[in-house]
């Protein structure tokens, strides 16, 4: 075909001419240090695929270093993790989306040590016979909650379900009205019940339980008798519950279990630490027959879920298939252990466990770090944002003390007074905070009051906080 003068997509081909080919812009220079970084596989198919964007802009090519470059930005954005760090400053401590618990460098350690090479983790080392995977926790957990027998699952919500179905499958559950809860999104109490397996038998009202409706709710169909902690909600006012040890009494004389979620469920009394009251795990077993509860709200590790109590129970459960299929990895038996280890040594406890330091700092302390922080975050926004500290609260989350705050201080970060005032100042907050989660290490804040607001109660890597805030863009 003849090139002719009048061919309307003359001019586009004549680019499309000049796009350099594959071949040459691998023999680039700049090619090297790309091909050694992300394989020669790779970088082709980026490089293609850089091409063919080009083709589709049209517009003038760019020069092979830029097209590398742009090769290059391609394959770093697609290696970057999906899962990785942020900086959680929406001020609660054990947010779920957020990954919960820090773990204690004992148990990263922990971890690290039995991820990449064989373990004793069904294997028992004195006899050389197959081992049970969760003795290397079961005396640690029974040790500091008094339980005879203890078993881990994959999370809470898993060990409520294993315990209902274990125990109570085809059979009524007796639980009071107050407690039929949602925690969370998809974990529904009467849900759980009737996907385990059990018929709920629902007793008292929602305000008001009494011993006489537990009382009347036993009967020959009966499998387990279950209190619920409410976790996210309080009821307040004209309330009643039976005394636990009453409640523990009538099970016993009738000869029906009595399990009990803490949901939280902590090994330490947090009040002895000046936070808002919990029911200890020990408490709570001296008023029940088992106790659920999650390995990484209050405890401070890994994502499990534990069931500790009555030996004779503890035993039914763990013959259940459910066990084996809701049963946990060598990494979280390894982070478990190293953890509890910790609360061996109670005095040193505050600094090792990160979920209790974090929750223990002080307004004071955490407001002298804002003061300390303001000028270098200031400088980092300079034009561009007010940065002022303020007293916010901070949450424990998850569920646990659900209507208790925490004093706490932070950063507000305000929109430079402009000629529209506070107008406009809820899309400004929302720019900042998507722009703050495009960092390097996304920074995660809480738009309150026209400001985005940063708790500082949870910042310890002020220098990794400075360095990925100065690659802020707005
Ligand atoms: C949090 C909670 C659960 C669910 O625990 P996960 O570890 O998130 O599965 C169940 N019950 C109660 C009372 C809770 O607070």
Redo the contacts with the bound molecule.
Sequence with gaps: MSRDATDPTAPARSALNRIPSVERLLGHADAAALGAAYGRSGLVEAVRAVLSQIRTEGGPVPEPAAILARAGERLAEERRPSLRPVFNLTGTVLH?NLGRALLPEAAVDAVAAVMAGASNLEFDLGTGERGERDSHVEALLCRLTGAEAAIVVN??????FLVLNALAMRREVVVSRGEL?E??GS?RVPEVMARAGCRMREVGTTNRTHLRDFEEGIGPRTGLVMK?????YAIHGFTAQPEERDLHELCRARGVPLAL????GSLIDMAAYGLPPEPTVRAALAHADLV?F????LLGAV?C?IVAGRADLLAKIRRSPLKRALRVDKMTYAALEATLRLYLHPERLRQDLPTLRLLTRTAPEIAAQAQRLRPAVAACLAGRAEVAVVGCTSQIG???LPVETLPSAGLALTRPDGPGGRRGAGGWCKRVAGALRLLPVPVIGRIAEDALRLDLRTLEDEAGFLASLERLAI
């Design positions: 779920t999370n809470n919500a898993g060990a409520v809860v925690i969370g974990f619920v902690h409410p976790s996210n979620d803490l949901g939280s659920t999650s390995g990484d709200k994502q879920g998850s569920g646990a």
